[in-house]
């Protein structure tokens, strides 16, 4: 492939320096003895999951701007009402969410806590998509869309649940507690992140030798190696003294790969402007504050204007994924 896409070098610097709104977290005989938070239902297949507070992201301020300047061509409120028009439900209903992916099983799923009815719900869907068949997920009413793959269903305490490649039944299955969750070390990965209305843990320990050759075939040699010594990925999205804030924790299996993490994550501006035709996303990179500890290599980027080329470039690829599921494009939705 000539060069980079954007999507494509927003996957491949997170995995390789945490600069994709993630970051690594220390081994585990060092993350410590300390309580491993609570996540929710994510199964233990998990490579990677996302916590999101939507109603603190909604409140006015720092980070509800950087979401509306976000969407293109219009704003939250003016999506939120075309997603409505189009679907019956709104968007901004949605309290809180919970996504995790294994993508190299084609496995995802998402939990929602929102006021909308399963019926409400399932006809959004069908809107968009073929009409469903009735299912049981694991003892739970459910609705299959099967020409998009698409799984729905409800937990017992009234949250949605949807996904593709049996996700659903890995989530409905842990909230049972019939099937394991998320392992205590990516949760410990995931506490350590300042809290704030977005936060992600990934387990790079469990990232597949398909996935680091597609995340490295465009970046140096090296890459690989710097790859290969990163245990876990984490980071959040809040703000400190009224300004955004991304913080990403990059950690090797040790102080030679945390060495080599650092320099990695201080070379990526220079390696962005040789591939990437986005002088915005290289200034962005080029400000980020990096820092190491030990293992752990701490990346902090502050400001709207430092922040927001790569919250974009995550909130379109978020609606890429989201309406592809259903057939309905982000250009579809805004003509």
Known sequence: MDGFRRRDFLGATGAAAGLALAGCLDRVPVLGA???????PVPASATAFVTADVAALLDSGPL?????DAVPATDIDGLAELVADRTGIDPRETRRA???????DGVAGTVVDADWSRSELVSAIESQANAPTEA?????PGYAFEGVGLTVSTLEDGRHVAGIGGGVRAIVATAAGSNGAVRPAVRRAYGRVPAGPVRFAIDATATGERTTDAITRDLPRFSRDVIDSIRFVAGSLSTVDGRPRVVLHVTGDDGTGARQLKEYAEAIPVLI?????????ERA????????DGTRVT???EGSETIRPLVRAVFERALFAVFSVTGLSVEDLLA
């Open 136 to 140: 049981t997920v694991e003892g739970r």
């Open 273 to 281: 402007s040789q591939r990437v035709d986005d002088e915005t996303i």
């Open 98 to 104: 919970i996504g995790f992916a294994t993508p190299a």
């Open 34 to 40: 300390g309580a491993a938070p609570s996540v929710g």
């Open 64 to 68: 509800r701007d950087l979401l509306d």
């Open 285 to 292: 990179l080029g400000e980020a504050d990096i820092t190491r």
């Open 299 to 301: 990346i902090t980027l």
